[in-house]
């Protein structure tokens, strides 16, 4: 009985394992974050958390926009991976991002600065980019500066 118990409950942790619910490790991270560094953000329904310290003004981009972002893009850990502030601010079609840079720059307005911190599922997912690992949580410290 007790070998066959074994056998199923190993059956059962390996199968969990492999269908781990990034969701919820990710939120629970994303949580553990906000705590540790006194942080109080906003949760919408997807997931994506988001703070918006300058709000900018009124108008604010939808998917069909281009938009001119300055970014720091970073891990849980602090540690970022890349960074538009050494150059000119990029220009590109909101359509063409991230489903979490795409949510939450919604929420800004022109002018806007805030930070997202994105779950793996609205990131890239199980993609690894080079430098990025798959099912990682992306945090983002943007200002909106432009909306065509």
Not at 15 to 27: G, L, M, V
Not at 88 to 114: D, N
Request: glycine share 8%; aromatic share 12%.
């Amino acid at each position: 009985m007790i070998i066959s118990m074994v056998i199923v409950n190993c059956f059962l942790f390996n199968s969990c394992s492999k269908d781990e619910d990034y969701s919820e490790r990710d939120d629970k991270s994303i949580r553990e974050y906000l705590q540790k560094k006194s942080l109080t953000a906003q949760k919408t329904e997807s997931g994506l958390y988001y703070i918006i310290t300058v709000p900018g003004n009124s108008q604010k981009p939808d998917l069909n926009s281009m938009v001119t972002v300055h970014y720091k893009g970073y891990f849980l850990d602090d540690a970022v991976f890349e960074s538009s502030y050494s150059g000119s601010a990029p220009t590109f079609p909101l359509s063409g991002v991230l489903k979490g840079w795409q949510e939450g720059m919604q929420l800004f307005g022109k002018g806007g600065k805030g930070t997202l911190f994105i779950p793996s599922r609205l990131a890239y997912g199980d993609s690894a980019l080079p430098g990025i690992p798959a099912n990682s949580v992306l945090i983002f410290d943007i200002h909106l500066i432009n909306i065509e």
